[in-house]
C-alpha cells in the first residue's frame, strides 16, 4: 500500500505542477484559454490573478514533493496536511467556479489521501 499512496501522492504533485504552469505560463494562450474556457479578452484582464492562483497551486506542489523527500519522520505529515489542502481547494473551486475541479483536483488528492491513510 505504500508504493501506491506514493505513486498517488506524486500524481497530485504533478496535477499541481501542470496546473502552474497553465496558469502562470499558459493562461493567455489558446491552451490555457481551452483548459478554462476563456475568451482572450477575459484571458488578459485575469492574468495576474491567474499566476496568482498558479503561485498557490506551486505551493501545493512543493508541499506535496517535501512529503515524498524530506525527511523520512516528517513525510506523513506533510502528505495528509498538503492532501488536506488539495481536497479543501477542489471542494472550494467546485463549488465557486466548475465543477470539473471535483475530478481533477478534489478526486485524486482525496484518493491519495486515502491510501497514506491506509498505507500508515
Known sequence: MTAVATVLVALVALIHVYIVVLEMVLWTTPRGQAAF??????????????????????????????????????????????????????????????RRILLVQALPGALALAAVLLAR
Open 37 to 98: 474556457g476563456l475568451t482572450p479578452e477575459f484571458a488578459q484582464q485575469t492574468k495576474t490573478l491567474a499566476g496568482n492562483q498558479g503561485l498557490y497551486n506551486g505551493f501545493l506542489a512543493a508541499g506535496l514533493v517535501w512529503g515524498l523527500v524530506g525527511p523520512e519522520h516528517l513525510r506523513f505529515g506533510f502528505q495528509v496536511f498538503f492532501l488536506l489542502c488539495v481536497v479543501v481547494a477542489g471542494l472550494y473551486g467546485a463549488a465557486t467556479a466548475s
